[in-house]
Nanobody, 123 residues
């Protein structure tokens, strides 16, 4: 079992930056594929960024602006978000699943989820 807790959300102006954190307990993160998803009310949850032993992955909408990383010693994953846009406003969730050969961006592939943290970008 893995417990995930996000933090770092908030209100920021367009063009600003935020860093989200996802602290894990129960198991070491290095054994897991990890991801950030986001959801706006009335829309489906969507993949944002992911990380596994093989590398990192980003949705086209955030490439060049968001950077995912993890600190295995702190058992924490991060999402550095730069040049934020109003359309980045959403609840951001971190997710984890056991390490797999092929990385997945599908919601259904992930077994563990955090409670979410709100990011609001004003124009």
């Amino acid at each position: 079992q893995v417990q995930l807790v996000e933090s770092g959300g908030g209100l920021v102006q367009a063009g600003g930056s935020l860093r989200l954190s996802c602290a894990a307990s129960g198991r070491t993160l290095r054994s897991y594929d990890m991801a950030w998803f986001r959801q706006v009310p009335g829309k489906e949850r969507e993949f944002v960024s992911g990380i596994n032993r093989g590398g990192t992955y980003n949705a086209d909408s955030v490439k060049g602006r968001f950077t995912i990383s993890r600190d295995n010693a702190k058992n924490t994953m991060y999402l550095q978000m730069n040049n934020l846009k109003p359309e980045d406003s959403a609840v951001y969730y971190c997710a984890a699943r056991g390490s797999a050969i092929i990385y997945s961006t599908r919601i259904s592939a992930y077994d563990y989820w955090g409670q979410g943290t709100q990011v609001t970008v004003s124009s």
